[in-house]
């Protein structure tokens, strides 16, 4: 048998990246690779890169630029060394990174990784290989994004892809070009992957999509399920504590989905919903084809269905023709939502958006000055968030060993890390914590007193659930 080969992945940009890398490393297992964290001894690295802003897709030109020195000190070696771009970077550019980067060998775009093995062959025998097709409808009109042969459990969360790309086309977003028109997997494909999952000790489930609330997949009855429907079949899975989706569309949130937030426990009552900006002129610009107001009313909704619920968003600042007035709307609605936390970004045009033909008007000064702005006021208010959790008790679902000794962390249900002095075996546990304190994001505490017990009382506990006693 042949030694295994040692493959190198590194991932930029959105949680399907993650995923999408994940799912290369397992699609790849069979080729008789086994992942390595160094770059130096790998005979396969692979780029997968993000699109979304100017910093991001240069990252790739420099990595490329410092990967050329190390395949090459591997040649010396007499060691091969392949080099593959993936991702949004490799389905914007792809012939463009064939022509500038020598040192690459495969360009292989988002929906086409599950070709890899042949890429990756055809790139031996014929030195290069490129490969960026969308796929092709099929006769229900469903697209078929490249579902996985195994989905291998890692830890005890994991994320599960339902839906892919984007129709919604705002003006400055390149996500419906690199990751194509919305297609949503069947809803049987995706009950078989959280099954799977739940056996292998997965307790939480992540469903991901560029736009997640959009799901309209095929189920099992025939009809085209919801987000919402597909939710509450998946709240049935035992051994599945936790259920989360990520990223909504506004105006994607129907009433199923509001529906479930009011009756599944399971579903957490965390929900990332970009807005991107509070004046109605700018998004109307973006094409977000909602008003400030219409967010509002959403965002009341959920409340009204689930008291306890918290928001976090995405913003631009800068977007062409921005003013200070516009500025302040998207300041005032902060302020009136209240997020437990938010990421906010600089506008940066990209190649091929109808905003990149549009005229700049805010200096970078103004932008930069902007997003300090608000940034310190989404920061004010998520450490208010947190801090509003000293003293309560909250349940906890515990991912791992901490850095420090002896301590286990898990999450809350607004993702919040919280650290604990604990045995090992809590781990995968759902356990109420008494919040202690803050530090920088995450939370100390203790076990509630029921669940506080030394480990030696555990195991008699344990042993006795065993013989039934
Ligand atoms: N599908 C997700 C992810 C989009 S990208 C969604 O719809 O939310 C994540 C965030 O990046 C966006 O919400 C937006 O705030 C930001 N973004 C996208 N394009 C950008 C651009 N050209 N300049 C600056 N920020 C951008
Ligand atoms: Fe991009 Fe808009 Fe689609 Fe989100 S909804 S992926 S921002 S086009
Ligand atoms: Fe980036 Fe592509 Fe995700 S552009 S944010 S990796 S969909």
């Not at 091969?80 to 970077?89: F, K, L, T, Y």
């Not at 990174?97 to 031996?124: E, F, M």
């Not at 190649?351 to 008007?361: F, L, S, V, W």
Request: aromatic share 6%.
């Amino acid at each position: 048998m042949s030694p295994p080969r040692k493959l190198h992945i590194k991932s930029y940009g959105c949680q399907m990246n993650v995923y999408d890398a994940q799912r290369m490393v397992d699609m790849l297992a069979p080729e008789g690779f086994v992942e390595t964290a160094s770059v130096d001894d790998a005979d396969l690295v692979i780029l997968n890169t993000c699109h979304i802003r100017e910093k991001a897709s240069e990252k790739v030109y420099s990595e490329l630029g410092r990967l050329r020195g190390v395949k090459d000190e591997a040649a010396r070696n007499g060691r091969r060394m392949s080099i593959a771009v993936a991702g949004c970077v490799a389905q914007a550019e792809g012939a463009e990174i064939i022509r500038r980067a020598p040192v690459v060998d495969i360009v292989v775009g988002p929906q086409s990784y599950h070709h890899l093995p042949q890429l990756l062959a055809r790139a031996k025998s014929h030195g290069r290989a490129l490969e960026t097709e969308f796929p092709v409808q099929d006769k229900f009109g469903f697209l078929a994004p490249p579902d996985p042969e195994v989905i291998r459990a890692r830890g005890v969360s994991s994320f599960v892809t339902v839906q892919e790309g984007c129709d919604k086309f705002c003006t400055f977003c390149v996500v419906p070009y690199t990751r194509g028109a919305e297609v949503s997997r069947p809803v049987a494909k995706i009950i078989d992957d959280v099954l799977r999952l739940a056996d292998n000790g997965v307790r939480e489930i992540t469903l991901i999509g560029q736009n997640v609330n959009a799901y309209h997949g095929e189920g099992p009855d025939g009809r085209i399920w919801s987000l919402g429907d597909l939710l509450r079949r998946l709240a049935e899975v035992p051994g599945i504590a936790r259920l989360r989706y990520s990223t909504s569309h506004p105006r994607d949130v129907d009433d199923t989905l509001i529906a479930a937030h009011r009756d599944l426990p399971a579903l957490m009552p965390f929900v990332h919903l970009p807005v991107q900006s509070g004046s109605d002129r700018i998004l109307a610009a973006m094409n977000r084809r909602h008003g400030a107001d219409d967010y509002r009313r959403v965002i009341d909704r959920f409340r009204a269905a689930r008291q306890d619920i918290a928001f976090s968003s995405d913003f631009i600042v800068g977007f062409p023709s921005e003013t200070e007035e516009d500025f302040v709307a998207t300041l005032a609605l902060v302020r009136q939502i209240g997020y437990a936390g938010a990421y906010s970004f600089k506008y940066s045009p990209r190649p091929g958006t109808p905003a990149a033909d549009m005229q700049e008007t805010v200096s970078a000064a103004e932008m930069d000055e902007r997003l300090v702005r608000l940034q310190e006021l989404i920061d004010s208010q998520q450490s208010a968030f947190n801090l509003a959790a000293i003293g309560s008790t909250v349940d906890v679902l515990f991912e791992r060993a901490a850095r420090n000794p002896g301590q286990i962390v898990g999450r809350t249900a607004y993702l919040q890390p919280a650290h604990v002095m604990a045995p090992p075996d809590i781990i995968g546990q759902v356990l109420p914590v008494t919040i202690a304190s803050l530090e920088r994001y995450s939370l100390l505490g203790e076990l509630a007193a029921a669940h506080a017990r030394p480990a030696s009382s555990r195991m008699a506990d344990s042993s006795q659930m065993i013989t039934g006693a």
